[in-house]
């Protein structure tokens, strides 16, 4: 007999619709003596979708984060380092305190170093200003599971080499938006578990006749992807994935509809 059974699933985070003045004053009334922003309610709209969806392992966050590691980093200004790089870390331990009370075990993606797009002004070496500004998201990310974050996606465009170096650990997950084989096995070269799109799978699949690859995340999947993905993997290397740039309370169900397979 056939059965059908499902893969895990896992949110890599999101970008929060278009504030809805109606949405976010009902927001604010269900929040009334909580301390909270702007930040804090879109963080909420990424997250709060994917637990009645059932996502096994969840994520807040997305790019717009960096709003609030911009506002946290003292020694920039209007994305230039004027002086030396600190952190702030009470917004940013906020933010992690609401997404613990919300979801215990849930992760936080943010946009890893490259996306701030600063223009170091103070340093005037690359190695000194790399150092700075990763040392200054180790802060970040420490502070954040300290508070009971689970772990950090960091979302880059390509994988540069001095990021992942100085960030990659057993709780950080780069989520790179490139994903052309030379990004994929740079990558791959660090990361033992890669998050691709179902356009790039069979990149992925190539490679790994050189890197080695433990777990395979499959944006938003359809079934070829997943049967591609299970005739080269076992099923307990494969699971689903999402980002969700769209309405969150369709898109989340969908993956999780999706994430099935036959056997």
Wanted: charged share 25%.
């Amino acid at each position: 007999m056939v059965k059908r059974l499902n893969l895990a699933t896992r949110a890599f985070g999101g970008e929060p619709e278009e504030t809805d003045p109606a949405a976010l004053a009902a927001w604010i009334r269900d929040n009334r003596g909580r301390t909270a922003d702007i930040m804090t309610y879109q963080i909420d709209r990424v997250l709060a979708p994917q637990i009645p969806a059932g996502i096994q392992t969840l994520c807040a966050g997305g790019k717009f984060y960096g709003t609030r590691i911009l506002e946290s980093l003292e020694g920039v200004s209007v994305q230039r380092a004027v002086g030396e790089i600190h952190v702030n870390l009470h917004g940013i331990i906020e933010d992690a305190a609401g997404i613990v009370v919300r979801k215990k075990g849930a992760w936080c993606a943010l946009p890893a170093p490259q996306l701030l797009k600063i223009t170091d002004d103070y340093y005037d070496d690359p190695a000194e200003w790399s150092d700075a500004i990763c040392g200054a998201y180790r802060t970040i990310m420490r502070s954040m599971r300290d508070t009971g974050i689970t772990g950090n996606v960091l979302i880059c465009d390509t994988v540069e080499n001095t990021e992942i170096l100085a960030l990659y650990r057993q709780n950080v997950f780069f989520f790179p938006q490139v994903q052309d084989r030379e990004n994929l096995a740079a990558l791959m070269e660090h990361q033992r578990q890669v998050a691709v799109r179902k356009e790039r799978l069979r990149t992925v699949l190539e490679l790994t006749g050189e890197y080695s690859l433990q777990k395979l995340f499959i944006i938003d999947p359809d079934p070829a992807s997943i049967e591609l993905a299970l005739s080269h993997l076992d099923p307990d290397q494969v699971s689903t994935g999402g980002y969700c740039t769209g309405t969150g309370e369709t898109y989340w169900k969908e993956l999780v509809d999706s994430s099935v397979y036959l056997k």
